[in-house]
């Protein structure tokens, strides 16, 4: 009989193997429909690997694609960690486009060291605002922030399309619900010349590092880990549980705003209601990827990505769908909370034969 | 008394969580009408060895053998409650498994038909039951919902289910944990009353005066381990506890002080809330060096006054004064910054975050004073300091100040709670339930804890169940009944019976 049983310590070699390990079952898992699709899977992995790594552009391409995911997987993981489950990742980053928009397509006339973090923190404050409310209203009233925070997203989008048609349309996009291109001084320059990989990424690393160093080393980031794994004793121990969900909740949406302008200001250049190929649902994968770890989430935003590009450049190459990518990733989440399990479980071979006692 | 014949044997009874072994061959015979206590502390092995018996855990090693109607013992098949059902094991849960919108009737027939045909089988089931009713003294009205019943009819509720279904053992788990003193010697005879008919009885328990009132023998648990086991009739008190903790147990006893100046005083509070959390007109005084004990039977609005002390609640009305002044701000912060150490009811739940180290937690409270942080930044060396030091004065065992905190006992863990809140030298403590489920040897360390403090001139609010405690350290007594505080009563040379009988309350019983 197999017995289930609670590891007495964790080991963190294994917490930290155990994503690794995931993500190669993963992918092992993910073989057997490419096999099925008719291609050979070695061959497949061998066309992603390279889509994803194989050259300078490849790699530009993968760390554009990780950019986002970064800032909404550190939105998801440090909203997470104070059990503030926000699912609105998308319409926070459309509502930090939406902000990058509306100020750096030539509403304000500033140079470039004015305009970039004007619209950074247009698309933060916006972001951050857009979560206030699902939190407000979980604080007040109860209301289930998963519900809400989700339905915004929708809203938010439905919005978007309501300014690309009207007020925001660009009047020389020849009828296309698009909105007029950021200006040059607003635009986020690109680290490679003639690559698309820009300074969005920076902007990612730093609030990577801000949010590991706020959690590990200040009150704040220890409040918020207090809040989020006890809330009532954290409560009864004086820690200001109200203004620490605020505040997780400020920062989250802003992350997630960041992402927007990101995509906006450093990529496009234009604001269109398929900005976003859900990056802000990808951002919740990225966190679980990571344990909610801020370090973490850079390589699991890696991993993403680079699944992502690799298997447009497999589907190309094998005429295997690209959907692929979809499979893997979601395999591979399963796989992480299966290896979490792990972690803190033990399965061990049990005999109920009253046998000499062992161990 | 010829020896009846044995009904139920556990041999050589082994089972392991991981590197813990919470019961090691643990050996023990119920005869037929027997009862048998089975003593320990929390962690002793108790709750793991009746969970074996009932199917919920498979043994590593060893074997349950239960008589079947011929008398003859039959190995157990393990993990099957069903089949423990089945061989006559009934099993009232300390924690009571009644569905609330069903009657008394239909949940004691609940899961011996099928649920759609409970009222069909109705008119027979109720002639059994009340013929058991009969039998046994436990009386229930067997058609009010169980939402309605008190805490004590609901027990008899679930004892009945047990003997509806036929049981010839009895497992009690801590029965008397949610009783006032008058409830559980009714308990006690029915059970007595039980086993004269030839019902045999196993229950658990870790307050040493009932167990020497209503058993037959006595089984006494300590790690896992059988370490002793005596005819109630020649066990004594003493021994039987230093059985169960393993050494010898001083007493606690406060000494005699003067009583200081008033340090809080409530005047006419009244804390909203529903039936169970609320507290009418309460009015209440502590002074500088006294303990003020708080009896009452849980669920009387004991929650409402420790939350409000606690600064988590603000009056409805009243008022709340703290060396006179009126308390301004109800917040946790503020009442610590106040000098209010408090200790909360459930440990794991409002005092500590498991997740964190030993050393976040000692510190959570202070968090955001100086000497912990600069300009927002922790300060790491201060906080472990704190710690190590709380860790050497108050004697927590654990492997430093670094470990997650919820690998620590429950021991430990209150032991942490006292460090942090009564090493600023608080002026007033609350201590909610401060001993519940802990063993004998850290009760008396929080014991001694709480009568230093007093010493120090500290003022103490102490809410227990156990009466034991609140007589043995209290100067003062107040009574605490659907919500309304009785005057304080002078704990010198107070009576039980009357203890008891305010704890009830006057008509509760047909009221609640």
């Known amino acids: 009989m197999i017995v289930v049983e609670p590891r007495a310590t964790l080991s963190r070699p294994l917490a930290a193997l155990a994503p690794v390990l995931a993500g190669i079952a993963a992918m092992l898992l993910a073989a057997i429909p490419i096999a099925f699709a008719g291609a050979n899977p070695i061959a497949a992995y061998g066309y992603m690997v390279s889509g994803a790594f194989g050259s300078m552009f490849a790699f530009s391409e993968t760390l554009t694609r990780t950019t986002p995911l970064i800032l909404t997987g550190l939105a998801a993981a440090v909203a997470f960690r104070a059990r503030l489950w926000n699912i609105g990742g998308e319409g926070q980053l459309y509502a930090g486009a939406l902000a990058a928009v509306a100020i750096g397509t030539g509403a304000i006339d500033a140079p470039s060291w004015v305009m970039i973090p004007l619209v950074l923190l247009a698309g933060a404050v916006a972001g951050a605002l857009f979560f206030l409310g699902p939190a407000v209203l979980k604080l007040k009233f109860g209301a289930d922030e998963v519900v809400t925070t989700l339905l915004l997203n929708f809203v938010m989008l439905l919005f978007v399309q309501m300014m690309l048609e009207g007020p925001l349309k660009d009047p020389m996009s020849l009828g296309w619900p698009q909105s007029a291109a950021i200006t040059d001084a607003a635009a986020l320059p690109a680290l490679i010349p003639r690559m698309r990989v820009h300074a969005g990424l920076v902007v990612g690393l730093v609030a990577v590092l801000a949010v590991w160093l706020m959690m590990k080393r200040t009150v704040w980031g220890m409040e918020i880990r207090a809040v989020g794994e006890n809330a009532p004793a954290a409560r009864y121990a004086g820690i200001p549980v109200t203004a620490t969900v605020l505040r997780v909740a400020l920062l989250s949406g802003a992350l997630a705003g960041l992402a927007g302008v990101g995509e906006v200001a450093g990529l496009k250049g234009y604001l269109t209601s398929d900005l976003s190929p859900g990056f802000g649902y990808s951002g919740i994968v990225v966190a679980m990827l990571a344990g909610l770890s801020p370090l973490g989430v850079v390589a699991a935003a890696l991993f993403i990505a680079s699944v992502f590009v690799g298997a447009d450049s497999m589907s190309r190459g094998l005429g295997v769908a690209s959907y692929i990518a979809d499979l893997v990733v979601a395999l591979s989440l399963l796989s992480v909370l299966v290896g979490g399990f792990f972690t803190r479980f033990r399965l061990r071979l049990a005999r109920r034969t009253p046998a000499g006692a062992e161990g | ?512």
Do not use: W
Request: glycine share 12%.
């Open chain 2, 1 to 512: 008394m010829t020896e009846a014949p044995v009904v139920l044997r556990l041999d050589g009874i082994t089972r392991r969580f991981g590197a813990l072994v919470a019961n090691d061959g643990i050996d023990l015979d119920l005869r037929r009408g027997e009862i048998v206590a089975l003593l320990g502390e929390n962690g002793a092995g108790k709750t793991t060895l009746m969970n074996i018996l009932f199917g919920h855990y498979v043994a590593d090693e060893g074997v349950v053998s239960v008589a079947g109607a011929d008398g003859v013992l039959a190995p157990l098949p393990p993990g099957s409650p069903h089949a423990a059902l089945a061989a006559g094991i009934g099993m009232v849960h300390q924690h009571f498994t009644l569905a609330e919108n069903l009657t008394g009737l239909e949940n004691i027939m609940l899961g011996t038909e099928p649920i759609l045909r409970l009222r069909k089988r109705a008119g027979a089931a109720r002639r059994k039951v009340e013929a058991l009713m009969g039998g046994s003294g436990l009386t229930v009205d067997l058609d009010v919902q169980v939402s309605r019943l008190t805490v004590g009819e609901r027990q008899r509720v679930e004892i009945l289910k047990a003997l509806y279904r036929d049981a010839r053992i009895l497992v009690l788990d801590e029965p008397t944990a949610v009783l006032t003193p008058g409830e559980s010697e009714g308990l006690f005879a029915t059970v007595r009353a039980l086993a004269a008919g030839g019902l045999s009885v196993i229950f658990i328990s870790h307050k040493l005066g009932e167990v020497l009132a209503a058993s037959d023998r006595i089984v006494v648990l300590r790690g896992g381990r059988k370490v002793g086991e005596m005819a109630t009739a020649e066990a004594d008190r003493r021994r039987i506890a230093e059985m169960m903790v393993g050494r010898e147990v001083p007493a606690s006893r406060r000494t005699p002080r003067e009583r200081g100046r008033v340090l809080l005083s409530l005047e006419r509070v009244t804390v909203a809330g529903d039936h169970r959390r609320s507290l009418h007109d309460a009015t209440l005084e502590i002074a500088e060096g006294e303990i003020v004990g708080i009896a009452g039977v849980s669920g009387n609005g004991q929650a409402a006054l420790a939350a409000l002390m606690a600064g988590l609640v603000r009056p409805a009305s009243g008022a709340m004064r703290l060396h006179g002044a009126p308390v301004a701000r109800h917040d946790p912060r503020a009442f610590a910054r106040l000098g209010i150490a408090r200790i909360p009811e459930d440990r794991h739940h409002d005092g500590v975050v498991g997740a964190m180290t030993v050393a976040e937690n000692v510190a959570l409270e202070d968090i955001r004073e100086p000497r912990f942080q600069r300009a927002g930044f922790l300060r790491f060396g201060a906080i472990r300091a704190r710690a190590a030091q709380a860790i050497r004065d108050y004697d927590v065992r654990c492997q430093g100040p670094d470990i997650p905190a919820r690998l620590l006992s429950g021991g430990n863990i209150q032991k942490l709670i006292l460090a942090r809140g009564l090493d600023r030298e608080p002026r007033l403590i609350l201590a909610n339930q401060p001993t519940r489920g802990l063993d004998i040897g850290a009760q008396t360390e929080v014991h001694r804890r709480l009568l230093d403090a007093r010493a120090r001139g500290t003022g103490v609010l102490l809410i227990s169940e156990d009466l034991d405690e609140l007589m043995a350290l209290s100067d003062r007594i107040v009574v605490i009944s659907a919500g309304r505080l009785s005057a304080a009563l002078p704990a010198e040379g107070l009576d039980r019976g009357r203890l008891g009988m305010m704890m009830a309350g006057h008509d509760e019983e047909r009221a609640a």
